[in-house]
């Protein structure tokens, strides 16, 4: 069981770059997210799915798309990089139970130059 | 809008001391409160989880407890190990996209 796995762990892109970040779990669990994270500024919400095959948009979705197309996966897309991108990427997933506890993937490291 | 909000930013202490971590929330209206260590360069680990119907969480020598009428939240941390030195996270669960939000965190030195 290994839980919520990210990839790649690093990258570095060149302005207007593109580049697709890639969200596993194996907890069969039903929601996910997506979150940046920047110094100063804590965590927030990028794009979320609430099961196969959907999405929604949270807090700071400009700039990125994403896919949900199996159940366990979930990709985070930047079509144009810009060095405003340049953060830390967390994923993370839960069920659909009154307990609310996300289990949070290890991050992806990118930098835009 | 929910707004969560951690104080201080920054803590330094020496080893073996009690101390406490503090957290707000402007809307009373959450699910749970979550605590979260972060090791620098490192990914997020969950510490203790408390259901809006719960008053308190303790795992080992860290004890968070939940006021949800003020709208407080604090992280005990018991005899105080070099070890504990990370940034402590409080997020609660009360976003319209059954999200997390997150404080900008407390970073924690415990010097030797």
């Known amino acids: 069981n290994a839980g919520v796995t990210q990839t790649p762990k690093f990258r570095v892109l060149k302005t207007g770059q593109s580049m697709t970040l890639l969200c596993a779990q194996d907890?069969?669990?039903?929601?996910m997210y997506w979150y940046r994270q920047d110094p100063g500024m804590g965590l927030r919400l990028i794009h979320y799915?609430?099961?196969?095959?959907?999405?929604a948009k949270g807090e700071v979705p400009d700039g990125y798309n994403v896919s949900r197309l199996k159940k366990q996966n979930f990709l985070l897309g930047l079509e144009s990089a810009a060095p405003s991108q340049t953060s830390v990427y967390f994923c993370?997933?839960?069920?659909?139970?009154?307990?609310?506890?996300?289990?949070f993937g290890p991050g992806t490291r990118l930098t835009v130059t | 809008k929910q707004e969560v909000t951690q104080i201080p930013a920054a803590l330094s202490v020496p080893e073996g001391e009690n101390l406490v971590l503090n957290c707000s929330f402007t809307d009373s209206a959450i699910y749970n409160l979550q605590w979260f260590r972060q090791d620098p360069g490192k990914g997020l680990t969950s510490l203790l989880l408390?259901?809006?119907?719960?008053r308190e969480q303790t795992s080992g020598r860290l004890n968070a407890s939940l006021d949800k009428s003020s709208g407080r939240s604090t992280l005990y941390i018991a005899a105080s190990q070099p070890g504990d030195s990370a940034t402590y996270l409080c997020a609660v669960y009360g976003g319209s996209q059954g999200n997390l939000i997150f404080g900008k965190g407390t970073k924690l030195s415990v010097k030797p």
């Open positions: 799915s609430v099961g196969e095959g959907t999405t």
């Open positions: 993370a997933s839960r069920v659909p139970e009154v307990v609310y506890e996300q289990y």
């Open positions: 907890m069969n669990h039903e929601y």
């Open positions: 408390i259901q809006s119907s719960q």
